[in-house]
């Protein structure tokens, strides 16, 4: 939607950081000092809160734009984190002690941490004129993931009203129970699920006027339902074709009330809305429930055979479901989850469940590409997990034209391209590099089709196009997709993750060796240094703060440097483990170091007992340590990429006893970001995510006290464990006066445990207040468990009134 000049020079899209404000109770002080400061129009003000920190208020001429990120204020021009955002969409507010709000000389909307000058980055290296068009490289693949199969398509929708449900997600408030069936006409039997789920666009428009809202659910008299749920027809008609069924669902009842009325920004609901439709289709294939839905589907779906796409929020509403279905004590048999430029706004994990995270690589509205932590944050989440999991960057795509209606020219409604610099080089719309509607549809609907045939279908051919081995689609076309993946655990072998750095490994000559993690030093508790310490929050994947969990360590690496080529690192392989021949492939992640610059490259060798040994320079095999296109934030990026050796190039070396692994630093001097080196061969395994406890936190309401002090918690387990769960802890304060400390901390539930506590400090204080605070406190990256219930509340009332 197009702000008026005023408006939208106080809401230039830029791109989502991760300093987060809670969602705070605060009462209008009796006597509350005078603003600190105050745009001359009255479009925003800053106040001083009783108690101290300043409360930032933006007032925009029309509603928000609909994004999948969220909003955030910015004071002369500074993110200070994510915003609340009223129901109409028209007013911001953030809480905060920063300093630099007294002395506010502006105040903007932010997305993604930036609020650029010219659309899209704020951040500018030497201009770059023209990037040249990609050419996919690698094998392209016998099969076709999006060729037709043999059956014919049946299109039908069914719609159960506009407020057909309540979600405990939003409040109780109603949502829809609408979606989109596409069904393999002829096919015998019950039939493999899976259903879409669009994520976070406007709700409503209106057909004269051609404009569109998101502040009312049902949608008011005169405008028409925007049909997100029907977007995405292509990889549908393809699945059907191939004897599976989709149910495309709608969920704008969720887009209209998320931000202002959920704890999560609408994941929980999100997932809420993928259960209910699967409860009805239950229903439905057993001949019960609605006439339509029984006509539809009795005897026709297997509910042990199910996979999950979502788009965008759709993404981590998903996640959510999945694990809403593991929680159950009869749950559906969910196979595959693939997250589609996705949010994460919490980090929980998904093990024990085959997934594929798509990232575009020119997402201007998740243009942090924050998806990428459920890959990372899952690697090791499950010692023994049996499934495969990837990650896939599409160069020259954006985040909207994977669904049609969200592409201009197609949708019914009004659509745009949400990467906002037109003229850029890399990702405009005129850019040689970047994929045009059609060609990013196409993409899309290769490897959504692709990853459900390869992983419910057991069509191991379609393996390629996700386990690193730089396999293509023919339908993909010129579309370059980078690709990483993990093996399940019993067909790899770990020789040095770099989540720690292995007290085995030896660094000698010229080089340097150390674990960072996170970045602008937002994980102090984690003992590492920050990663990425030039870039951006929308340049770094990896290491982006999450809005729910902004203190929680991201994403430990190893960052190796070296200054002559006599700079090495040396990791033995284990005595009990020095057998590698029934493994593909010895493979890693790596990235250039933007502190090193230019370019660089690695020299790998593979030892075996008698000293024999093979090298092959990573340049050789992979372009992982080849810089990604862009000049100005949030481009480039710096995302790990495969670098994978195949088991049959390390010739003349006994396979039966490899001793070592060497990495040297090649030439002058250079830096890389290290990870997961091991040998493995992928395979896309198996479910079995119901099998781990769920994490549950406890709500609690204590008084503030006059000193310091600390409110005790308790966090709890579905069922024992057998080996000790560990969990994130974040606090989550607004700033605005001493009550609790914002911090990340670990906590342990020892094996057999069913509950822990931690504690969250407070400083209490002895000023009359006049009303309690709520706090947000959220559990985020477990391992050896899954997230149940991850958010709950604080309550710090005031104790001295008495």
Same mark, same amino acid.
């Given at each position: 939607?197009r702000?008026l000049a005023?408006?939208w ?8 950081t991760?300093?987060v ?8 002080p009796?006597?509350?000092?005078p ?7 009255g479009s925003?003000?800053?106040e001083?809160?009783?108690g101290?920190g300043y409360?930032v @208020? ?5 509603? /928000?734009?609909? $994004?999948? &990120?969220?909003p955030?204020? !910015? +004071? ?9 955002e009223s129901?109409?969409?028209?007013t911001l507010?953030i809480?905060?002690?920063?300093p ?8 903007n909307?932010?997305?993604n941490g930036e609020v ?25 693949l016998?099969v ?7 059956y014919?398509?049946?299109h039908?929708?069914?719609d159960?009203?506009d @407020?057909?449900i309540?979600?405990?997600? /939003?409040g109780g $408030?109603? &949502?829809?129970i609408r979606? !989109? +069936?596409?069904?393999?006409k ?7 699920l899976v259903i879409?789920?669009?994520?976070r666009?406007s709700?409503?428009?209106d ?6 809202s998101?502040?009312q659910?049902?949608c008011p008299?005169?405008q028409?339902l ?6 995405y027809?292509g990889?549908?008609?393809v699945?059907?074709?191939r004897g599976?069924?989709?149910v495309s669902?709608?969920?704008?009842g ?7 009325f959920?704890e999560?920004?609408?994941?929980m ?10 409860d009805?289709?239950a229903d439905?294939?057993?001949?019960v429930?609605?006439?339509k ?8 779906l297997?509910?042990?055979?199910i996979?999950?796409?979502?788009h965008?929020?759709?993404?981590e509403?998903v996640?959510?479901a999945?694990l809403l ?5 009869n749950p559906?048999?969910i196979k595959?989850?693939?997250p589609l430029a ?10 024990g469940m085959?997934m ?6 020119c ?6 590409q924050?998806?990428q932590?459920f890959?990372?944050?899952t ?6 997990d049996?499934?495969?999991r990837?990650?896939l960057?599409v ?5 909207n034209f994977?669904n049609t209606e969200w592409t ?5 409604a009004?659509?745009?391209?949400d990467?906002?610099?037109k003229s850029d080089?890399?990702?405009g719309s005129?850019a ?9 549809y196409a993409?899309g609907?290769?490897?959504i089709?692709g990853?459900?045939?390869?992983v419910q279908?057991d069509?191991q051919?379609l393996?390629?196009?996700?386990d ?9 076309g ?9 093996a399940p655990?019993r067909?790899?072998l ?5 989540a720690?750095?292995p007290q085995s ?10 674990i960072c993690?996170s ?5 102090p508790?984690?003992?590492?240094p ?9 340049q ?9 969990a902004p203190?929680?360590?991201a994403?430990?690496?190893?960052r190796?440097?070296?200054?002559d ?6 990791v ?6 020095r057998?590698?021949?029934d493994?593909?492939a010895l493979?890693f992640?790596?990235?250039?170091d933007e502190k090193?610059?230019g370019?660089?490259?690695l020299?790998?060798?593979?030892v075996?007992?008698r000293?024999?040994?093979k ?5 050789e095999v992979?372009?992982?340590?080849t ?5 100005t934030s949030p481009?480039p990026k710096?995302?790990?990429r495969t670098?994978?050796i195949?088991i049959?190039?390390?010739?003349r070396?006994?396979l039966?006893?490899i001793?070592?692994?060497?990495v040297t630093g090649?030439?002058?001097?250079g ?22 406890p769920q994490?549950s936190?406890?709500?609690?309401t204590v008084?503030?006290?006059n000193?310091p002090?600390?409110?005790t918690m308790t966090?709890k387990l579905?069922?024992?464990s057998?080996v ?11 700033g605005?006066?001493p009550?609790i400390?914002q ?14 506590t931690?504690?969250v400090?407070?400083a209490?204080n002895t000023?009359?207040?006049t009303?309690?605070?709520s706090?947000?406190v959220?559990?985020?990256v477990p391992?050896?468990a899954?997230i149940?219930s991850?958010?709950t509340?604080?309550?710090v009332?005031?104790?001295?009134a008495?």
């Amino acid at each position: 939607m197009r702000l008026l000049a005023r408006a939208w020079k106080r809401t230039l899209i830029g791109v989502v950081t991760a300093v987060v404000v809670s969602t705070t109770v605060f009462a209008a002080p009796a006597h509350a000092d005078p603003p600190a400061s105050r745009s001359t129009d009255g479009s925003w003000s800053v106040e001083a809160i009783e108690g101290g920190g300043y409360r930032v @208020t933006l007032h925009l001429d029309q509603p /928000l734009p609909v $994004r999948d &990120a969220v909003p955030e204020l !910015a +004071v002369d021009g500074r993110s200070l984190g994510a915003a609340e955002e009223s129901a109409d969409g028209t007013t911001l507010t953030i809480v905060t002690a920063d300093p630099s709000a007294a002395t506010a000389s502006s105040v903007n909307v932010a997305w993604n941490g930036e609020v650029p000058s010219d659309g899209m980055g704020s951040r500018s290296a030497s201009p770059r004129t023209s990037v040249p068009a990609p050419e996919a490289t690698g094998r392209r693949l016998p099969v076709d993931p999006a060729a037709p199969g043999p059956y014919s398509v049946q299109h039908e929708e069914y719609d159960l009203g506009d @407020t057909a449900i309540t979600l405990e997600g /939003l409040g109780g $408030r109603a &949502a829809e129970i609408r979606a !989109a +069936v596409y069904l393999p006409k002829g096919a015998h039997g019950r039939r493999p699920l899976v259903i879409f789920l669009h994520g976070r666009h406007s709700a409503c428009y209106d057909p004269t006027a051609r404009t569109t809202s998101n502040t009312q659910w049902p949608c008011p008299a005169g405008q028409r339902l925007i049909p997100s749920y029907q977007g995405y027809s292509g990889p549908a008609d393809v699945l059907a074709s191939r004897g599976y069924v989709v149910v495309s669902v709608s969920a704008n009842g969720v887009n209209a009330a998320d931000n202002p009325f959920s704890e999560d920004r609408g994941a929980m609901a999100r997932g809420e809305v993928v259960m209910r439709h699967l409860d009805l289709l239950a229903d439905a294939t057993r001949g019960v429930g609605d006439d339509k839905l029984v006509r539809l589907f009795n005897g026709r779906l297997d509910m042990s055979d199910i996979g999950l796409m979502g788009h965008s929020r759709g993404g981590e509403g998903v996640v959510k479901a999945a694990l809403l279905n593991a929680a159950r004590h009869n749950p559906y048999g969910i196979k595959a989850v693939l997250p589609l430029a996705p949010t994460d706004f919490a980090r929980a994990t998904l093990p024990g469940m085959p997934m594929a995270v798509i990232l575009p690589y020119c997402d201007g509205d998740v243009s942090n590409q924050q998806g990428q932590h459920f890959y990372d944050d899952t690697l090791y989440a499950q010692a023994d997990d049996a499934a495969f999991r990837s990650s896939l960057m599409v160069m020259g795509a954006d985040h909207n034209f994977f669904n049609t209606e969200w592409t201009p020219g197609v949708a019914q409604a009004p659509a745009s391209d949400d990467w906002g610099n037109k003229s850029d080089p890399v990702c405009g719309s005129t850019a040689a590099s970047r994929l045009s509607p059609a060609e990013q549809y196409a993409v899309g609907t290769a490897y959504i089709a692709g990853f459900f045939r390869l992983v419910q279908g057991d069509e191991q051919s379609l393996l390629p196009l996700f386990d690193g081995s730089g396999g293509t689609a023919p339908s993909a076309g010129r579309a370059v997709v980078h690709t990483v993946a993990q093996a399940p655990a019993r067909q790899r072998l770990d020789v040095a993750t770099f989540a720690t750095m292995p007290q085995s490994a030896r660094v000698s000559g010229a080089a340097t060796a150390a674990i960072c993690a996170s970045m602008l030093d937002r994980s102090p508790q984690s003992g590492y240094p920050s990663c990425a310490a030039t870039l951006t929050t929308s340049q770094a994947p990896s290491w982006t703060p999450a809005t729910y969990a902004p203190n929680v360590a991201a994403t430990p690496v190893l960052r190796f440097a070296w200054s002559d080529a006599t700079g090495q690192m040396s990791v033995p392989l284990p005595k009990w483990s020095r057998d590698v021949t029934d493994y593909d492939a010895l493979t890693f992640r790596a990235a250039l170091d933007e502190k090193a610059g230019g370019t660089a490259d690695l020299a790998v060798s593979v030892v075996d007992g008698r000293g024999a040994s093979k090298t092959v320079r990573v340049s050789e095999v992979s372009q992982a340590l080849t810089a990604f296109p862009g000049a100005t934030s949030p481009l480039p990026k710096t995302w790990l990429r495969t670098v994978r050796i195949p088991i049959g190039s390390l010739t003349r070396l006994n396979l039966r006893d490899i001793r070592e692994v060497l990495v040297t630093g090649t030439g002058a001097a250079g830096g890389a970001y290290l990870a997961d080196l091991g040998f493995s061969r992928v395979r896309a395994g198996e479910a079995d995510l119901s099998e781990l406890p769920q994490i549950s936190l406890q709500s609690l309401t204590v008084p503030e006290g006059n000193g310091p002090g600390a409110a005790t918690m308790t966090l709890k387990l579905s069922e024992r464990s057998r080996v000790p769960v560990k969990v994130n802890i974040q606090s989550i304060t607004n700033g605005a006066t001493p009550v609790i400390t914002q911090l990340a901390q670990e906590v342990v539930i020892p094996a057999s445990a069913t509950w822990a506590t931690f504690q969250v400090p407070l400083a209490g204080n002895t000023t009359v207040a006049t009303a309690a605070q709520s706090y947000q406190v959220v559990a985020s990256v477990p391992a050896n468990a899954v997230i149940g219930s991850g958010f709950t509340r604080l309550v710090v009332t005031d104790d001295d009134a008495l």
